[in-house]
Structure formats: structure tokens, C-alpha cells
Nanobody, 115 residues
């Protein structure tokens, strides 16, 4: 079992920045892969960033060049730095972890980009 707790969401103006955090209840070295997803109202959940523990990060096309995913192994935490935010980035952002063939989700954190 892996528990994930996201934080850092909120209301930001277009062009602004936010940093999301996702703290895992287990060592992230024991997790096969982690990722950030988002779901806007009326839309399907989509990949934002997939973090492989070999160090590779793959980003969804709409966020490339604006978002950066990273991890802090000592804190069992992954981050999503979001810059140049746009209204279309408004969504609930979810952290995901895959461990031993099972997928775990956090509760989500709301990000709203609006003037």
C-alpha cells in the first residue's frame, strides 16, 4: 500500500507559477514509477509528467517547456514546478505511483488559473 499526499495547489493568475508536492508513505526507491496527471471538468484524466526512476521524465505535449518534474529521494517526495500557467491548465492535479503492479492515487489538488 502506498499513500500519496499532494499539496501546493491554489489560484494563480495567467503567467504565474505554482509548485506541487507529492509525499509518498514509502521509500520512493521501492516505487517503480511515479507521475502527475490532471483532470479538467468534463475531460478525461491526462498525463502531465511521468517520472521513471532511472531519471527519465516524459511530459505531456501541452506542458513541455513550462512544467518540470523532479524528486527528492530523502523526503520521498516528487514535485511539479509549473511556470507560465495558462487558463487551460486549470484542473485537479493527481499524483500517481505504480508499485509491484498496483497503481495508487493521491486525493488531488485543485489548480485554478484565472485573472
Amino acid at each position: 500500500q502506498v499513500q500519496l499526499v499532494e499539496s501546493g495547489g491554489g489560484l494563480v493568475q495567467p503567467g504565474g507559477s505554482l509548485r506541487l508536492s507529492c509525499a509518498a508513505s514509502v521509500s520512493i526507491f521501492s516505487i517503480n514509477a511515479m507521475g502527475w496527471y490532471r483532470q479538467a471538468p468534463g475531460k478525461q484524466r491526462e498525463l502531465v509528467a511521468a517520472i521513471a526512476f532511472g531519471g527519465t521524465v516524459n511530459y505531456g505535449g501541452s506542458v513541455k517547456g513550462r512544467f518540470t518534474a523532479s524528486r527528492d529521494n530523502a523526503k520521498n517526495t516528487v514535485y511539479l514546478q509549473m511556470n507560465s500557467l495558462k487558463p487551460e491548465d486549470t484542473a485537479v492535479y493527481y499524483c500517481n505511483a505504480v508499485k509491484d503492479g498496483f497503481s495508487f492515487w493521491g486525493q488531488g489538488t485543485q489548480v485554478t488559473v484565472s485573472s
